[in-house]
Every structure is written in structure tokens, then in C-alpha cells.
């Protein structure tokens, strides 16, 4: 019978070196079930998340409720003067009207990026989808038909929410479900999860060798690993073997391999 496998990897808390430039889009709920203060905290948690940008990123804003609003047409460069205007923007988000998922996430998908550059999607929600395409297999194929190289986190505010939804968007971008319950503080929630996105210590991670056949592995698409955290890596195995395991990732642009016993 198939042997059961649980690997485990962890980099160091962090590493000094060369920073991936990274194109983080940022995009948020103001339907009208955010009023209060669920739209206070998401106002003050976009504005931390703003202080997380480095010279060298860029970064989209985009707020939606029936309809979908731009912060800027494209990529905004990470300086004083527009940070100053996009934190002006959110102070003026007022929640009001329905959710239109799919129409926020057919906004920020599909957006070419340079190689050499990191992809990230911020997407907070509070609700289900109510306006436009309101079917949850429907939205999380189009959105991995478009999601290309980036990676898309999502983040559900309060019992509402649709998990099966966002945990397939989550899935499907490569990136993490996190949920805030009702009595929790969303701008903790979001700052945990920029910190933890500053630093990618490997980027599309593979396995290339193995002393024995490897299956079923879960998760079966490996996220990105970053500095401070943990992946762990459940499995079945066929035959008998001794050896290394071999990962390879892309760390700042070069592909590297190392061994795991």
C-alpha cells in the first residue's frame, strides 16, 4: 500500500539581498453592508497597507460596490505625492450600493506585468456576489483564466461572506484566504498580511526530484514561500527509496534548487 509523505519547508525569518519590485493591487468592498465600522477599519487598513509600498513597487486602487472605481487608469509609482492622493481617495470611499465581484476582479486581472516584477492581488470583501455574474464557479473560472502570473490574496470581513467562493479565488491565484471575524480588527488582519508579502523567499516552487514516485499531493499547485512562514506539503508515495528531495524556485529573478533529506 501507498506510503503517506508530509514535507516541510521553512526559510529564515529574513534574508538581506535584492528586493522583487512588486505590482500590488489593492482592492476593496464599499457596498453598502460595509457602512460603519467595517468601512472605518478597511479605510485605516488600506492606508497601513499603503505604508508597506517600497520605492520600487507600484500599486492599483480600486474600490467597488454596483460598480467598480479607479483610484488611477493603470499602475501608480510609489511616491510622496501619490501616495498623498491615494490616501485622499480613501478617505472620500463611502460605502453604498451592492457587491459586483466579478466585475472588480475582471478589473484587476489579466493586467500585463513585466518579468522580473511580483504580481500581487489584495482582494477584501464582506458579502456574496450581487450584482453582475453572481455564480461562484462562474467567477473563480474567469478569474483563473485571467489571473495569470499573479497572486491573488483574499481577505473576508465578518460571517457574510461566501468562503467557498474566496477560498477557490485564493486557490486558483496561488495565494491564501484569510478571515476576520465581526468582533477582530480588519487593519490587523490586513497588516499581518503585508508584512508577511514584503519578502518572497521563492516563487514558483516545484518539486523536480524525488527517491520515490510522489501523488495526491496537497496542495497540488505549491504556493509562493516567504520569509517567516511555514509550508507544509501532505502526500502519498509510491516504492522504496533513500535520497533527497529536490525543490527549485525562483529567488529575485534566478532559478535555484535546494535539497531537502
Known amino acids: 500500500e501507498d506510503g503517506y509523505a508530509m514535507l516541510l519547508l521553512a526559510p529564515a525569518e529574513a534574508?538581506?539581498?535584492?528586493?522583487?519590485?512588486?505590482?500590488v493591487?489593492?482592492?476593496?468592498?464599499?457596498?453598502?453592508?460595509?457602512?460603519?465600522?467595517?468601512?472605518?477599519?478597511?479605510?485605516?487598513?488600506?492606508?497601513?497597507?499603503?505604508?508597506?509600498?517600497r520605492g520600487g513597487d507600484?500599486?492599483?486602487?480600486?474600490?467597488?460596490?454596483?460598480?467598480?472605481?479607479?483610484?488611477?487608469?493603470g499602475?501608480?509609482?510609489?511616491?510622496?505625492?501619490?501616495?498623498?492622493?491615494?490616501?485622499?481617495?480613501i478617505d472620500r470611499l463611502n460605502a453604498d450600493g451592492g457587491t459586483n465581484i466579478a466585475g472588480a476582479l475582471d478589473a484587476v486581472l489579466g493586467t500585463s506585468v513585466p518579468e522580473g516584477r511580483?504580481?500581487?492581488?489584495?482582494?477584501?470583501?464582506?458579502?456574496?456576489?450581487?450584482?453582475?455574474?453572481?455564480?461562484?464557479?462562474?467567477?473563480?473560472?474567469?478569474?483563473?483564466?485571467?489571473?495569470?502570473?499573479?497572486?491573488?490574496?483574499?481577505?473576508?470581513?465578518?460571517?457574510?461572506?461566501?468562503?467557498?467562493?474566496?477560498?477557490r479565488l485564493a486557490k486558483e491565484g496561488r495565494g491564501s484566504a484569510e478571515y476576520v471575524?465581526?468582533?477582530?480588527?480588519?487593519?490587523?488582519a490586513i497588516g499581518t498580511l503585508m508584512n508577511k508579502l514584503r519578502r518572497p523567499a521563492l516563487v514558483n516552487l516545484r518539486i523536480v526530484e524525488s527517491p520515490v514516485a510522489l501523488r495526491d499531493l496537497s496542495p497540488a499547485q505549491l504556493p509562493d514561500l516567504f520569509y517567516g512562514e511555514e509550508l507544509v506539503i501532505f502526500g502519498r508515495y509510491r516504492g522504496q527509496g533513500s535520497g533527497t528531495v529536490v525543490f527549485e524556485?525562483?529567488?529575485?529573478?534566478?532559478r535555484e534548487r535546494f535539497t531537502a533529506q
Open 181 to 188: 471575524a465581526p468582533e477582530a480588527d480588519v487593519e490587523v
Open 118 to 167: 511580483l504580481p500581487l492581488v489584495l482582494f477584501m470583501t464582506d458579502g456574496i456576489p450581487s450584482v453582475g455574474e453572481d455564480q461562484p464557479d462562474r467567477i473563480a473560472a474567469m478569474a483563473a483564466g485571467r489571473v495569470g502570473r499573479a497572486r491573488l490574496f483574499t481577505v473576508g470581513v465578518g460571517t457574510d461572506v461566501n468562503t467557498y467562493l474566496l477560498d
Open 75 to 89: 499602475w501608480a509609482p510609489v511616491t510622496p505625492e501619490v501616495l498623498a492622493e491615494a490616501r485622499d481617495f
Open 25 to 53: 493591487a489593492f482592492v476593496v468592498d464599499v457596498s453598502g453592508s460595509m457602512s460603519g465600522q467595517k468601512m472605518d477599519q478597511a479605510k485605516a487598513a488600506l492606508r497601513q497597507a499603503l505604508g508597506t509600498l
Open 15 to 23: 534574508e538581506d539581498g535584492p528586493v522583487v519590485p512588486r505590482d
Open 249 to 254: 524556485g525562483e529567488r529575485n529573478g534566478r
Open 58 to 73: 507600484r500599486f492599483r486602487l480600486v474600490a467597488f460596490s454596483s460598480g467598480v472605481r479607479h483610484f488611477r487608469d
